[in-house]
């Protein structure tokens, strides 16, 4: 009953930009927290920034001062963009958000993932 659905990754050279996009759909009532997570072959899923539905923002050490997360409520849409990307930053990149929908309360929903990566 709820999408998310992601878009913007690719390829990009080190030290370039790219802005992810994920938009929500679906018989939703109140999208809370969004965020996104990444994980990279052969580790673990790691958190890289969230926000709040007030804007506020969590950002991983990693990405601090390079990336930055922003949501257009009306849009139901989150972003991220990210600056001075590194080959370290070579993932896929997750949409994450805490809704609620006229069936049912607060739930955790996850995107299909986009492909980020950095390389020369």
């Known amino acids: 009953q709820v999408q998310l659905v992601e878009s913007g990754g690719g390829l990009v050279q080190p030290g370039g930009s790219l802005r992810l996009s994920c938009a929500a759909s679906?018989?939703?009532?109140?999208?809370?927290?969004m965020g996104w997570y990444r994980q990279a072959p052969g580790k673990q899923r790691e958190l890289v920034a969230t926000?709040?539905?007030?804007?506020?923002?969590n950002y991983a050490d990693s990405v601090k001062g390079r990336f930055t997360i922003a949501r257009d409520n009306a849009k139901n849409t989150v972003y991220l963009q990210m600056d001075s990307l590194k080959p370290e930053d070579t993932a896929v990149y997750y949409c994450?958000?805490?809704?609620?929908?006229?069936?049912?309360?607060?739930?955790?929903?996850w995107g299909q993932g986009t492909q980020v990566t950095i390389s020369s």
């Open positions: 994450n958000a805490d809704i609620s929908t006229y069936f049912s309360g607060s739930e955790d929903y």
């Open positions: 679906g018989s939703i009532f109140r999208i809370y927290a």
């Open positions: 926000i709040t539905s007030r804007g506020i923002t």
